[in-house]
Nanobody
Framework: QVQFVESGGGLVQPGGSLRLSCAASGLTFSKYAMNWYRQAPGKERELVGTITTTGATAIDLDSVKGRFTISRDNAKNMVYLQMNSLKPEDTAVYYC???????WGQGTQVTVSS
């Protein structure tokens, strides 16, 4: 079955960096665009950005443009979210997903605080 497992979150000070990873299984990974989402406490889940099958990326959140980048490794069935210059408002649970395919994973918690 399709599964997404996110990792790499943690507690980081403002201005710091984190690299999130997402391991996908149960699908032909190279054939799917991958999305990163986040959900902050008390807020709806929002799309952070997308990476296509060929590696083209689009960041949807204006608040993270220039700070977050998405990459993928089709040989490893992995997608990554590099987050730099983190701000307290980036605190959220981060998820990856292949469009409407498969269930949501457990996500990985990112907390930005001094």
């Amino acid at each position: 079955q399709v599964q997404f497992v996110e990792s790499g979150g943690g507690l980081v000070q403002p201005g710091g960096s984190l690299r999130l990873s997402c391991a996908a299984s149960g699908l032909t990974f190279s054939k799917y665009a991958m999305n990163w989402y986040r959900q902050a406490p008390g807020k709806e889940r929002e799309l952070v950005g997308t990476i296509t099958t060929t590696g083209a990326t689009a960041i949807d959140l204006d608040s993270v443009k220039g700070r977050f980048t998405i990459s993928r490794d089709n040989a490893k069935n992995m997608v990554y979210l590099q987050m730099n210059s983190l701000k307290p408002e980036d605190t959220a649970v981060y998820y990856c997903k292949a469009g409407l395919v498969g269930p949501w994973g457990q996500g990985t918690q990112v907390t930005v605080s001094s």
